[in-house]
């Protein structure tokens, strides 16, 4: 189990946003995140990495408290990709590069530009690599992002809708990639995703989010069409299409 | 490809190794000319110890601290502005603009009238004596600090985020520029010319002691600054991917900006205000060289030593023996240059 979380809630001033979440993860997990917009998928990731103080609840990694580890020794264990992106006058190698920062003292090692390079390549960065990062499209400076959290090499991945400016090749790519790594490496990924094909086809297992709560937590068992119509409020079917299930709204 | 982004790197260094030699440059020209010209080989031999006593006297005692106060005064506010920048996420921000600048004013008007240690004299040259100098520069530095502690507290305590913190820089200045102008309004003046003598920046006032408590305080917050390159780095990435990498975003915020306000409290006690470095400095070179503070940081202090080190140049030696005030200088020969580099963008490449 490398990821553990027990009993997590966390409020804005005047409004509850998550209430009493559990979950775990084990090594190798792909974990989507399920919910409509304004559920708190986002604030979840936020505690998970203490971006926010979440006002209950434990978040342990690897059987450490989140919030006795020190930022750096924590960087070194969750990776996390925001939801929105600034595009500081840097260069996509610079940008990747900056992944390494847990493990950089005074300067960057050759191990450091070596797994750049080698991110880089597994992204397909790699002539992008003195471009500037505004001078990239929206789906170009994601697979960046998304570089720099692998350059990071945590063992637990968040990333808030890694996907949601990529093309249909990119989606799919970018995935494959993620559970590619999940799996080689035996770390976890925690992604939201509103695309529910692309997360029946990614993922193992899900997280439905509704008012707060978790409303259903599994394997692709929990993708029903009875619980997908109780959280996004839309009938849908749910279909085997060549072997694999696609996610119809009806 | 690894090759494409060693030439990129060696690009940066090529850059920062010419602003050293033109620093180098016009040193030796500015410790050459003045009122006594000496070509560059008598100052050479006068700076290794050798050659005729007056040139000696004159390279050691006058020109070489005026000129190291500039290289230091020019570093430690221009690599101050480039972190406050940084730090608060605002292009804006500088010594200047956190009303530091003003709360040196205050704090020297405040102790040549109030603590009466300034008068004036009837000689053409100098016509301001101020009788304890040690004081005005205590009060200064004193009224700085008191500025950067109460942005802090409100940045720390009262949630003023980052970006309102240039607001609240903005404010706090006006309120000390109102003391001032109460201050001065009650005052004689001769006593009030003291005062606005005192403000007009001038590198004359270092000696040997000042400048070598200068470089010592610049020198090791560049040291400082350098080693947390990496976090400024990624601070500019925004705040949240920041605490990802592992920065201590309020930690590093708070450290950061105490230390340049500390660096811009020394020079100016020590120097009187000397505008414009902090703002523009580390923009040029952000235009020339780009936003990684790896060659950033030094850039920006070497740019900062060769404008305000031209500039002095210019003022001591375009109409001599008057010497013009140097922030003037640095204003009409960096405003410019600044505005052409505005026009034409980054240079990417
Ligand atoms: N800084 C904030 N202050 C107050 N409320 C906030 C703040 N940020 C988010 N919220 C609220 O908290 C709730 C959860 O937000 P969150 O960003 O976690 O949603 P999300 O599930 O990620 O949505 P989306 O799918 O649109 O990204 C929303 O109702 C939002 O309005
Ligand atoms: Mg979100």
Known sequence: MILDIKGLAFNYPGRSVLQDINFRVEKGDFLAILGTNGVGKTTMLKCINRILKPC??????ENEDVYKLSRIDLAK???????????????VFDAVLLGRKPYIKWDVSDQDIEITNQVMELLELT???????DELSGGELQKVVIARALAQEPDVLLFDEPTSSLDLKNQFEVLKLINKVVKSKQVAAIVTMHDLNLAVRFAEKFLMLKDGAIFAAGGLEVITPANVESVYSIPVSVEQFGGVPVVLPI | MKKDYAAYTTRKKLIILLLMAATLAVALYAIARGSMNFSISEVVLALIGQ????????????????????????AGLSVAGCVMQNNLRNPLASPFTLGLSHAAAFGATFAIVVLGVGTIQNSSTDAVIINN????????????????????????????????????????????TAGTTIIQYFTPDVQVAATIFWTFGDLGRASWKEVWIMAAVVV????????????????????????????NVERVRMAGMFT???TVAVLTSFLGIIGFVGLVGPHMMRRIIGGDHRFLIPASALCG?????????????????????????????????FLYLLTRGYQKR
């Open chain 1, 56 to 61: 209950e609840g434990v978040v342990l990694v």
């Open chain 1, 77 to 91: 264990r969750i990776g996390y990709v925001s939801q929105r992106q600034e595009t500081p006058c840097y260069t």
């Open chain 1, 127 to 133: 002539d992008y690599s003195l471009r500037y990062l």
């Open chain 2, 51 to 74: 050659g005729d006593p007056t040139s000696h006297a004159v390279v050691r005692n006058i020109r070489l601290p005026r000129v190291l106060a500039g290289i230091l005064a020019g």
């Open chain 2, 133 to 176: 100098p040690y004081l005005v520069t205590t009060s200064a530095f004193i009224w700085v600090m008191v500025a950067t502690v109460t942005i802090l507290i409100l940045a720390k305590f009262r949630g003023v985020s980052p970006e309102a913190m240039v607001l609240a820089g903005i404010a706090l200045g006006s309120l000390f």
């Open chain 2, 220 to 247: 090791l917050v560049l040291i400082y600054f350098l080693f947390k390159r990496w976090d400024y780095n990624a601070l500019d990435s925004g705040e949240e991917t920041a605490k990802g990498l592992g920065v």
């Open chain 2, 260 to 262: 340049a306000a500390l």
């Open chain 2, 305 to 337: 030593s060769l404008l305000l080190l031209a500039s002095d140049t210019v003022a001591r030696t375009i109409v001599s023996p008057v010497v013009l005030p140097v922030g003037a200088i640095t204003s009409f020969m960096g405003a410019p240059l």
